[in-house]
């Protein structure tokens, strides 16, 4: 797909790099992005990343609007030539799958949807042809994620899963959203997983939860002291299966400041990811090994 500038209103340009979501897609989109932040372009004031596009603020008193769209269309030009590389981080999360607090709230919301009869690991089982919800959590937490973006509530990252199209887990919304969804809940809608970091309405498919807190608008969490976000765009996620046992232990090493997440600095390839996405996984998660 061509690249597709709007207008909205007087201070603001969309940029839509492809209708459908894709790791191609999501690595222009933040790419670009990246190129238009560096490039310091008279009178943008806000530059907002999403999945496959993103959206800029500017002052028209400053830069007129279609000026601004060719500045854009040459600094797309320029980096389609760049290698398609991005230095980032990889970070393990623990995830405690099927637990009791997703489960008590998925088992009130039944109405709501598409088979009252399953529960969301279940029906996520069955509508991708896996034999039983350990198959499911095993695909789940075997390959890595991309976080395409961060937003829609504060700290929550999107993620993307980082095999072949046809490896990956796809599962519908609720039909109608839930009033209720537990804080760190790791959930799924479409293509695309995310890791609730408040409490509050959902429509995703509840997977489980997990100890680690990825936003404290409080600073007071050991991680999080110097900015109160976890991830970024561009992060890596690696989730873990635990039990009941090391998600408690974790929980006290979060309120004693103890824990701290695993993680490592690593170049990710676009490249090479398309020539053996799983020689390329594996060696993203050597890296994390490593820590």
């Known amino acids: 797909m061509k690249t597709r500038m709007s207008f909205g209103g007087d201070e603001h340009i969309f940029v839509e790099l492809d209708e459908e979501m894709s790791l191609e897609a999501c690595f222009r989109a933040l790419s670009l992005a990246k190129a238009v932040r ?99 959590i095993a695909a789940h937490a075997a390959a890595p994620w991309f976080v395409s973006m961060v937003g829609f509530v504060a700290g929550l990252p999107w993620l993307y899963q980082m095999v072949e199209r046809s490896r990956q887990i796809e599962v519908p919304k609720y039909l109608r959203p839930r009033t209720d969804t537990p804080r760190l809940t790791v959930g799924h809608g479409g293509c695309l997983g995310c890791i609730y970091s408040v409490r509050g309405a959902g429509g995703y498919q509840m997977f489980g939860i997990t100890p680690m807190p990825i936003y404290d608008p409080r600073q007071a969490i050991s991680y999080l002291r110097d900015f109160m976000i976890l991830f970024n765009p561009g992060d890596i996620v690696k989730f873990r299966p635990v039990g009941r046992e090391e998600y408690d232990a974790i929980s006290r090493e979060v309120q004693e400041g103890r824990f701290n997440p695993r993680l490592s600095h690593v170049t990710f390839s676009l490249d090479a990811f398309h020539a053996d996405p799983a020689a390329s996984n594996a060696k993203l998660v050597e890296a994390l090994d490593g820590h």
């Open 38 to 136: 560096e490039s310091r372009v008279s009178g943008v004031s806000e530059i907002c990343p999403a999945n496959a596009s993103f959206q800029l603020r500017f002052d028209p008193d400053e830069i007129a609007p279609r000026d601004l769209r060719a500045e854009l269309e040459a600094i797309e030009r320029a980096s389609e030539a760049a290698e398609p590389v991005l230095k980032t981080r990889i970070v393990e999360v623990p995830v405690f799958y099927n637990d009791p607090w997703t489960h008590e709230t998925l088992m009130r919301f039944r109405e709501r949807h598409q088979a009252p009869d399953m529960t969301d690991l279940e029906y996520a089982a069955r509508i991708n042809g896996l034999a039983s919800v350990d198959a499911l």
